[in-house]
């Protein structure tokens, strides 16, 4: 979904080995699935966070896959840039990985709620 020549992407399976990754520096932005091993999506964010916070890390944009509408607070209060709920289209992730490494924000709007106006027609 998003190899091209100019990204270079790394894995890692674990909390602790992205936060090692990122203190190590030159990392851009991390991408963090909701449930990866050992510790999850939200509590890594707020570890770098912190780290970042005491000069142990530079700071870096965090893009959260999200498996539900409702995780957005979560995303949001764990500090994260950008979020794309599931399931994924290539074209959100795209966008939202290139908004972030250009040092915006992404906020995924494909799940949310129509307005509904007084007399019962939905705002779009």
């Keep these: 979904m998003l190899e091209g020549p100019d990204l270079f992407i790394e894995e890692a399976s674990n909390?602790?080995?992205v936060i090692a990754r990122v203190e190590e520096g030159g990392v851009d932005l991390v991408i963090l699935d909701l449930q990866i091993g050992?510790?999850?999506a939200?509590?890594?964010c707020m570890e770098l966070r912190h780290e970042?916070?005491?000069g142990a890390a530079d700071p870096v944009a965090v893009l959260m896959l999200l498996d539900r509408r409702p995780d957005v607070f979560l995303a949001r209060r764990s500090g994260a840039e950008g979020f794309v709920v599931k399931p994924l289209d290539p074209q959100r992730v795209r966008?939202?990985?290139r908004a972030l490494l250009e040092g915006d924000g992404y906020e995924d709007e494909s799940l949310r709620p129509a307005t509904v106006r007084a007399g019962g027609t939905?705002?779009?």
């Design 15 to 17: 909390g602790p080995d």
């Design 38 to 40: 050992s510790m999850g």
């Design 42 to 44: 939200m509590a890594i």
């Design 52 to 54: 970042e916070s005491y």
């Design 95 to 97: 966008a939202a990985v």
């Design 122 to 124: 939905a705002a779009r």
